[in-house]
């Protein structure tokens, strides 16, 4: 079992910063993948930021690498909570974004990278909110 919470979002003016936080709660321990995908108006979901809580190397995709910033806290071995810093924010960051898990494993490619297959990804948040103008 699998629950996930997120919090932040919001809006920013272009060049600005936001973070988005997500707390996953498991029913039991192991490494899983978790993070971030986004779907803007008329787009498919894609994957932002993605990290494996057995591997400090993250996925990013191409359009958000340098810019976007994925750290996470997993002191606890049913909880899981992962940042999402997002810096230098452009119009077409606008989205809607979830956090997702892969749980209770993960497809992973050299260096413990999640390889961020959507299928993998069956447990989503809500959803919040970015826009950028």
């Known amino acids: 079992h699998v629950q996930l919470v997120e919090s932040g979002g919001g809006s920013a003016q272009s060049g600005g910063s936001l973070t988005l936080s997500c707390v996953a709660y498991?029913?039991?321990?192991?490494?899983?993948?978790m993070g971030w995908f986004r779907q803007a108006p008329g787009k498919e979901r894609e994957g932002v930021a993605l990290?494996?809580?057995?591997?400090?190397?993250?996925?990013?995709?191409e359009s958000v690498k340098g810019r976007f910033n994925i750290s996470q806290d997993n002191a606890k071995n049913t909880l899981n909570l992962v940042h999402l810093e997002m810096n230098s924010l452009k119009a077409e960051d606008t989205a809607m974004y979830y956090c997702a898990a892969a749980y209770p494993a993960c497809t992973m490619v050299g260096g413990g990278v999640p390889l961020g297959q959507r299928d993998e990804y069956k447990h989503w948040g809500q959803g919040t909110q970015v826009t950028v103008s």
């Open positions: 990290v494996s809580t057995g591997s400090p190397n993250p996925y990013y995709a």
């Open positions: 498991v029913s039991a321990g192991g490494n899983f993948c």
